[in-house]
């Protein structure tokens, strides 16, 4: 008979255990819906095609060739694809400024073959939210800020001049 009102009292499950269960399931639906695993709450949007102009500065002359038309390029710090490389717009000698004797700031350019600035295009799909340019819809990409690309060919850090709507 002892035995019997053992065997009851284990299998019995108290509101304290339901609510740690309930807890553990809400956590595990919060991850994925974080995660993006789930899809409910993600929002169907249209993305539309963009230009994106950069600078890649104080680069070696010869790097000019690894910059490949066709080349994927790819955000170091997302892991998250920038868009195709499509055109090379200009490259000139890299421009530093330098204190002369005089204490005043003067302009300088490295001679020819040696330093340059890149200018290039990568077009992208993406949309235009209230916080500014959202690359496929979810990362923010911005005008002004230095990012680190990588492509089949190289490794180098881009400055975003302007995003344009093609």
Known sequence: ???????????????M?????AF??????????RAGTLGIF????ELDEYRVRFC????????????VIGD??????YHEALGIFTEIESVTPAVVYVEDDQNKIIRAEYPEGTRVDL????ETKGTVGEGGFLLDGTLSVSPGVEYRVQTEHMDVIIK????EKR
């Open 72 to 77: 994927t390029f790819t955000l170091v710090s």
């Open 42 to 45: 993600k929002e169907k949007v």
């Open 160 to 163: 975003i001049i302007d995003i």
């Open 17 to 21: 255990d339901l609510f740690v269960l």
């Open 1 to 15: 008979m002892k035995q019997r009102e053992d065997s009851k009292k284990r299998l019995r499950i108290q509101f």
């Open 24 to 33: 553990i399931v809400l956590c595990l639906i919060g991850l994925m819906v």
């Open 119 to 122: 200018y290039g295009i990568v």
């Open 56 to 67: 890649a500065s104080n680069i070696a002359a010869t790097s000019v060739d690894a910059f």
